[in-house]
């Protein structure tokens, strides 16, 4: 898949061509044996964080669990709030966990293999129905979970900071310009934000 991606978004853009040359292969991976419960969780873990604060919190979260590789949604919702506020989540994120936790047990949050079946479009209106689930923590699921190479987050910080890098722009471009200037990247857009993530490394 990547060699053709490669290809398409090197002929389709020549600014991108050139980052491309520059990081070199793709080595974008899906995690694929994490649940979608478990990538949700993980995702509003990170929301409005820097990698390395989140990934302790996260830490922290887990680690409430000893003996686990991970909570299941009956753990995390017999976890008194308090618990997981001393872990390092906010009033929000742990209503907004619960509400993952809730809605998986209630089947609006799929199985692994139910999720693999479903439309990026269904899987979208479906999730963005949780608590503090929005469009971005549904695309980074998308990307990372499911290796789904058309999803574009246009209002991702880094994707728009790399594209404002790649493309020598003094401002960050807005959601609806990156989406434009997107429409050459199709089908491989997932594969084009990777490039510009590696950017800013």
């Known amino acids: 898949m990547s060699e053709q991606a490669i ?68 753990d995390l919702l017999n976890t008194p709030d308090e618990r997981l506020r001393g872990a390092g989540l906010s009033r929000a994120k742990v209503a907004a966990i619960k509400d993952i936790a809730a809605k998986t047990i209630a089947g609006i949050v799929p199985t692994s293999r139910a999720i693999a079946r479903m439309d990026d479009a269904t899987i979208l209106s479906q999730l963005t129905t949780i608590r503090g689930v929005g469009p971005w923590t549904v695309e980074m699921l998308l990307i990372f979970k499911l290796g789904r190479i058309d999803i574009l987050p246009v209002t991702d910080y880094g994707v728009r900071k790399g594209f404002a890098l790649t493309y020598q722009l003094k401002d960050l471009p807005t959601p609806a310009e990156l989406l434009a200037h997107g429409e050459k990247w199709r089908p491989y857009r997932s594969v084009a934000a990777w490039y510009l993530w590696r950017s800013l490394d």
């Open 7 to 74: 290809q398409h978004l090197t002929k389709a853009d020549k600014v991108l061509a050139r980052l491309i040359e520059k990081v070199g292969p793709c080595l974008w991976k899906p995690r694929k044996r994490r649940s979608p419960f478990e990538a949700l969780v993980q995702s509003v873990a990170y929301q409005q964080l820097n990698g390395t604060a989140a990934a302790t919190i996260f830490g922290r979260v887990k680690a409430l669990y000893p003996g686990l590789r991970f909570p299941t949604p009956e």
